[in-house]
């Protein structure tokens, strides 16, 4: 039999978290059918010798449902090795909707996600209404990678329940409407239904999305739908609180899971804003709890902190500041100059005392980028690699005798490409490793397609191998790849993907272990209509197949586009 492809000589590291070992894989109408010494023709060869093959990584928790319309590519996922996706989490998807509500969809999506509206507009072609329709229109765009979907919330409340939906609390009649677009979502496909309880998700008013609206009792009887259905995972974004909130919560979490007896996925995280303190370990505890009972339970989280990002290009913290405000509008290379004027320069830094003062709000990415605080100094950090260990602006300032916002204006007028983060979330390397160490963990929380000019989170895949593998040393590379793999996979029931192993689907990524990492992030122009983005690209990639076809070639597209909508328990 002549194969279509036979990758020879690799290093494989195949997601069971087993040593590695060399082999061929031979491949087959985009399935893995053979694994060894192979000597079977095949019409491509591809030579991995020195270099690790491993199966494509999974993100289980991704916003692309707009950028789909528009990305082929998948960016930034496809660029660390990421061969399929879940998108529509946190309640937050296009379907269902109707016709008169697209424009108030998009502008939500918005103000959680950043992507203008008109972005969204011109690279949108809206030719669904339902969520199976959604998934049949988008699975017939050109993709470089795997898609899967949630059913989301706050989009059926609204198809439901049109404006009620943002202030009422669901009828019995509207409960039975929306369990039956559950079923239906489930029926074409869906990987199960998602809802947010998170503060930080509000519509362009400021006001809560229409989930947050809903009671626990109506969550309870969706959920339920997938129960009966014996199929779906329960997907949810916490509210980032301690002590009697945090309670609440999970205990509410814990009832619903034990008894839908349905998967569940909740977001993980460790903040040090606000009132007190959110630590992980009061969450993960609360996992095991679940556990314990009986509850299939999983917490979401990243390899690194969750990070605001400021730039010249982008979100400055001052840019609500009048005198700030009209300089922002010049062109780049005008406020580079103006930045080297000794006036300006005075007033910029006098016009800093005004902001709003540091207080107890938490603020997600795009709070932090909107709505700024006074920043804290010690906590915003000039960027200049991506291994935790870039100086802040405090410690700048110190060196230098200057105010903080003197040393940012130098570092721009220097270079217009100079990033700034504030971490938000998962602030230090403890706090991420305490986490990922968890056994009911999963590291799936990139964010990709959300926050696209404030937050960067996509590299979390070639920097767990670059920073907690090859830099730290805290984990092998056979545990970092089935933490990428396997483990997802098992976790969203993906049956055939996240291991090499014949009978599997060719999904497979191949790196150099000793240069895999992430670039620095740069603002891109590069949304529909010409909107600004963050981009951020990774080193060692050798190539990417997804079903069994080459998609990436040393980081640069190949123009094959064999990805497919992934639809959960063979729909």
């Known amino acids: 039999m002549e194969l279509d492809l036979v990758i020879r000589n690799g290093v ?41 093959v491993a199966p494509g990584f999974i993100d289980g928790h991704t916003h692309m ?36 509500q697209r424009e108030w969809i998009a502008r939500c999506l918005e103000a959680v996600e950043d992507i203008p509206t008109e972005s969204m507009i011109a690279g949108i072609n809206w030719t669904w209404e339902t969520f199976p329709e959604y998934l049949d229109a988008v699975g017939k765009l050109p993709k470089a990678i795997n898609y ?19 202030h009422e609390i669901g009828s019995e009649e ?57 199929r779906g995972i329960f997907q949810i974004a916490p509210d980032v609180e301690s002590g009697e909130a945090h309670e609440a919560f999970f205990a509410r979490l814990k009832e619903i899971s034990v008894n839908s007896a349905r998967p569940t996925m909740v977001g993980v995280f460790s903040t040090r804003q606000g009132k007190d303190p959110y630590p992980w370990q009061s969450q993960v505890k609360s996992l095991d709890d679940i556990a314990v009972t009986g ?44 930045f080297c004027d000794p006036d300006i320069r005075r007033a910029l830094i006098a016009h800093e005392a005004e902001m709003k003062p540091r207080d107890d709000t938490v603020q997600g990415g795009g709070a932090a980028t909107t709505d ?49 983060v504030q971490p938000i979330n998962n602030e230090t390397p403890e706090d991420v490793l305490g986490m990922l160490r968890h056994s009911r963990t999963l590291a799936t929380f990139s964010d990709s397609g959300a926050h696209v000019c404030q937050e960067m989170a996509s590299s979390l895949q070639t920097h767990l191998i670059s920073y907690w593998v090859r830099g730290r040393g805290v984990f092998s590379l056979e545990e970092a790849v089935r933490m990428l793999t396997s483990d997802i996979a098992s976790a969203f029931q993906l049956s055939d993907r996240g291991l090499l192993r014949p009978g599997y689907r060719a999904d497979i990524v191949i790196f150099d272990e000793t240069a895999i990492r992430p670039r620095l992030p740069s603002v891109e122009s590069d949304l529909p209509g010409g909107a600004r983005r963050l981009v951020q690209k990774a080193d060692g990639i050798a190539a990417v197949f997804v079903n069994g076809v080459m998609t990436f070639r040393d980081g640069e597209s190949t123009g094959s586009y064999p990805g497919e909508i992934l639809r959960a328990n063979g729909s």
């Open 372 to 420: 700024p605080r006074k920043p804290n100094y010690g906590n915003l950090l000039a960027l200049k690699g991506v291994d935790w260990d870039d100086p802040s602006l405090e410690e700048l300032a110190q060196q230098k005798n200057q105010h903080p916002v003197e040393v940012m204006l130098d570092l721009m007028a220097q270079n217009e490409n100079q990033l700034f």
């Open 148 to 166: 899967g979907a949630f059913l989301g919330h706050s989009a059926i409340r609204m198809y439901i329940m049109g404006d009620r939906a943002l």
């Open 174 to 230: 509207d409960l039975q409407h929306m369990g039956g677009l559950v079923a239906d979502a489930l029926n074409a496909g869906a990987f199960g239904f998602s809802t947010s309880r998170s503060s930080t998700h509000v519509t362009p008013d400021g006001t809560p999305v229409a989930s947050r609206i809903a009671d626990w009792s109506e969550i309870e009887y969706l959920v339920d739908v997938m129960a009966r259905h014996n």
């Open 65 to 100: 449902d707009a950028q789909i319309s528009w990305d082929p590519l998948g960016s930034c996922s496809c660029w660390h090795g990421v061969t399929s996706v879940v998108m529509g989490n946190c309640g937050f998807a296009l379907a269902p909707c109707q016709p008169d």
């Open 295 to 338: 509850g299939r339970v999983y917490g979401q989280t990243t390899t690194k902190s969750i990070i605001a990002v400021f730039s010249l290009k982008s979100y400055l913290p001052f840019d609500n500041l009048p005198v700030w405000r009209e300089l922002r509008e010049l062109s780049i290379v005008e406020q580079q100059k103006r």
């Open 12 to 52: 494989i590291v195949d997601g069971s978290g087993s040593p590695r070992f060399t082999a061929d894989i031979g491949i087959q109408k985009g399935w893995i059918v053979e694994l060894g010494c192979i000597r079977s023709k095949a019409r491509q060869t591809v030579d991995a010798e020195g270099q690790v």
